[in-house]
């Protein structure tokens, strides 16, 4: 059974340019969670996601962030207009989540940088 | 304002020795789960907490859940080089899954 696959592994862009990051759950996963993280820092929650719905998306910025989690397809996460400060590691996450607790999932991350 | 404040930050030690890092908070979780992470790699789960008052062991690391659901710890026993990693406590936040990190404490064990 394949794990959270995150694509790409490194992205870089220029300011002002978009960022899409894609995140494939674990088969049979039915949310998604995305976290950023700076380098020695824990993980901020940005967005909480099951499919073709948000959960809960408190800790994402509203302007030029969006995440979606469509019926086919993997979880995307844009960046529009990107600038420095968004350079970081992004975690995407699945869980089979039913109901209860369940484990999170961690894919490696997609490592952007803002020239 | 972190929801769960991990401590210490950071903690470098000898092989062998003992240690314990804390998870608090003033927020009560449905379920309070603990994570490794190595550098250039997501965290990987080690061990979820239910109950109030639970403690759980995996080999030389033991974790407990508070009485009040608020706050948790882990103890390693003899350290080990290989213990190195950034260890992440993380709360589901009422009954849906939400979880939430704290900003990790990050071991050291040298040989």
């Known amino acids: 059974n394949a794990g959270v696959m995150q694509n790409p592994r490194h992205l870089v862009r220029r300011r002002g340019q978009e960022a899409r990051l894609r995140c494939s759950p674990m088969?049979?996963?039915?949310?998604v969670y995305w976290y950023r993280q700076l380098p020695e820092e824990g993980l901020k929650f940005m967005v909480y996601?099951?499919?073709?719905?948000?959960?809960?998306e408190s800790g994402m910025p509203k302007e030029r962030f969006s995440a979606e989690f469509p019926k086919e397809g993997p979880s995307i996460l844009r960046i529009q207009q990107v600038v420095r400060g968004d350079s970081a590691a992004y975690f995407c996450?699945?869980?089979?989540?039913?109901?209860?607790?369940?484990?999170?999932?961690f894919g490696n991350g997609t490592r952007l940088t803002v020239t | 304002t972190q929801l769960l404040e991990q401590s210490p930050q950071f903690l470098s030690i000898q092989e062998g020795e003992n240690l314990t890092v804390y998870c608090n908070s003033s927020?009560?979780?449905?379920?309070l789960q603990w994570y490794r992470q190595e550098p250039g790699e997501g965290p990987v789960l080690l061990v979820t907490?239910?109950?109030?008052?639970e403690v759980k062991k995996l080999k030389r690391l033991t974790f407990q859940f508070g009485d009040a659901r608020k706050d948790s710890s882990l103890h390693i026993t003899a350290a080990q080089p290989g213990d190195t990693g950034l260890y992440l406590c993380?709360?589901?936040?009422?009954?849906?899954?939400?979880?939430?990190f704290g900003a990790g404490t990050r071991l050291t064990v040298k040989p």
């Open positions: 996450a699945s869980s089979p989540y039913n109901g209860g607790y369940s484990p999170l999932h």
């Open positions: 088969k049979g996963h039915s949310h």
């Open positions: 996601l099951q499919k073709e719905n948000i959960i809960d």
């Open positions: 927020s009560v979780f449905s379920s």
């Open positions: 907490v239910v109950t109030g008052g």
């Open positions: 993380a709360g589901a936040l009422g009954n849906n899954n939400d979880m939430r």
